[in-house]
């Protein structure tokens, strides 16, 4: 009795398969942002199939050199979790994966990577990536030896530029007009745009890695003899806050009735250096402006809060989001996203309980001034309904879901808009304390956002566009300031005409802080400085 043999697939085949499969699952998002530009019509539909060609093309070239040997099926299942991974962020939040997403979710903590799960993320993964990537792992794959696969994934390579080239030259004119007018749909091509930004991301972080001799700046730094009280500084740096949502800036909605009595000062025209924490927390800190910023370079130099230290200063960094981002390497830090340290804890650590840190941090230093950065949780994305006690949800009805596109619009902004009270609450918080310690010091409040966030505006969610794409929300930035009236150069300055609404940037932040502790040194810049004469 014979045996049929079990048929085999050609290597080729299965990388086409793949390359077809991922460009079907992986690209609803791309062809629904190409269909707003390019109306499905008889002159657009060849364009757009053709598109669907050139993407299956594109991937069999990024696929076939790796795909080889053991290598080609960890290769081919990996690039459909890729995918598949993705396009459920694309589709659901109509985010970019980009290098500042991908920085993002790697330095996310366990506590935020579980606020993104859901039952739609779980079956993308499911559906999309891990059953095909089953069935390509046990798929019987025609054995060829060294020389006969690497001839085979050539050739396949090589009709796969001859389509790329073929749809060129078809639609040249349209093909023109999408590469230069249409920048950021390309960037929702899937897997090419995440493979390419891991590609980079790896890149970036090779070069960061790569030994460099830590630079120290302002050695020369020296405070001023302090004359009267000593100067308490708090700078509170928020998460994920939209200046257009404050009613300090005209919102409609009351979203800061504590600021609003505060006497404070709100500068409505303030840019971000990043769309991602992990950009922005460490770019404001340096001395490097937005358009100079190097990761590289910030890590192996010394930030403002160095200088400050140096020159005799106080200085703490008290955290209840994930970490610093390397901004507090070489200053005492704590985190408050633990209960046995932060007291207001309930669903969540809350940011007031950075509060009892700064009161015993400054009965506990005796002479001298302090500096100290409270990095809020403040308004971070997506369940914002996670980020305020239940006694602030005064804005009805409220998402509460991190599926955005379940929710309604008037959901979403009132689940955001709670969660900038609650930030109102804590910043008025923090000026009480002050007020209530300038008998001995002269206190200020400083308080800036890393960035904004899109609450659905063109079906954009969360924050992490590449900069140059990024819609104003995720690069506008809330700027809050309260002093008392012992910084007398302050107040002369918030008395001039229209101060308060002049262009501003996180780069001004590294000279600002300087000039109010009055530290000199060569690096600090007056006319970087807010408050400068």
Not at 67 to 75: E, H, S, W
Request: charged residues 20%.
């Amino acid at each position: 009795m014979s045996v049929l043999k079990q048929r085999q697939y050609p290597a080729f085949l299965v990388i086409v398969a793949v390359s077809v499969w991922v460009t079907i699952t992986g690209n609803y998002s791309f062809f629904s942002n190409l269909l707003d530009v390019y109306p499905v019509s008889w002159m657009n539909i060849g364009f757009i199939g053709s598109l669907s060609v050139l993407l299956v093309a594109v991937t069999n070239i990024l696929v076939s050199p790796f795909a080889v040997g053991r290598m080609f099926k960890p290769v081919l299942v990996l690039v459909l979790l890729i995918s598949a991974a993705s396009a459920y962020f694309m589709d659901a939040y109509n985010v970019i994966v980009s290098s500042e997403v991908l920085e993002s979710a790697l330095q996310t903590d366990a506590s935020e990577s579980l606020g993104l799960l859901n039952t739609r993320l779980f079956m993308y993964l499911l559906l999309a990536g891990v059953l095909p990537g089953l069935m390509v792992w046990v798929l019987p794959i025609k054995h060829q030896g060294v020389f006969r696969s690497l001839l085979s994934r050539g050739k396949l390579m090589a009709i796969s530029s001859v389509a790329i080239v073929a749809m060129l030259l078809l639609f040249n004119s349209s093909y023109a007009s999408f590469f230069r007018e249409h920048k950021s749909v390309r960037f929702y091509t899937n897997p090419e745009t995440p493979i390419y930004t891991a590609i980079k991301y790896a890149k970036q972080k090779l070069d960061v890695a790569e030994h460099v001799a830590y630079q120290k700046i302002g050695l020369d730094a020296k405070q001023q003899p302090v004359e009267g009280k000593r100067r308490l500084i708090v700078l509170v740096v928020g998460e994920t806050a939209r200046w257009d949502h404050f009613s300090l800036n005209g919102y409609g909605k009351a979203t800061n009735p504590t600021l609003a009595q505060r006497d404070v000062v709100s500068f409505d025209h303030v840019s971000s250096c990043g769309t991602a924490t992990a950009v922005s927390v460490p770019c404001m800190f340096s001395i490097l402006d937005r358009d100079h910023y190097s990761e590289r370079v910030a890590k192996a130099s010394d930030n403002v809060l160095d200088i400050a230290q140096r020159a005799g200063v106080t200085v703490a960094w008290m955290d209840n989001n994930s970490d610093s981002k390397g901004v507090a390497l070489r200053v005492p830090y704590t985190s408050y996203r633990n209960p046995e340290i932060n007291r207001q804890c309930d669903d969540e650590c809350r940011d007031i309980g950075m509060l009892d840190g700064v009161q015993k941090l400054v009965s506990s230093t005796p002479s001298g001034d302090i500096l100290v950065v409270l990095h809020q949780m403040g308004s971070h994305g997506p369940e914002y309904a996670k980020r305020y006690p239940k006694s602030f949800e005064k804005f009805k009805p409220s998402c509460s879901s991190n599926l955005l596109e379940e929710c309604s619009q008037e959901e979403i902004d009132n689940a955001y808009d709670n969660s900038i009270l609650y930030t109102d609450f804590f910043l008025g918080q923090v000026i009480d304390y002050l007020r209530s310690v300038s008998t001995d010091f002269s206190p200020a409040m400083l308080y800036i956002s890393d960035h904004g966030e899109s609450l659905g505006e063109k079906g954009i969610f969360l924050h992490g566009f590449p900069y140059a794409l990024a819609p104003e929300s995720q690069k506008h930035v809330p700027m809050i300031f309260w002093s008392g009236r012992e910084f007398a150069q302050v107040q002369h300055k918030l008395e001039e005409p229209d101060f308060s609404h002049r262009e501003f940037s996180q780069d001004n932040l590294f000279h600002t802080l300087l000039g109010l502790l009055d530290v000199k040194t060569s690096v600090y810049q007056r006319a970087m400085d807010i408050f400068s004469s």
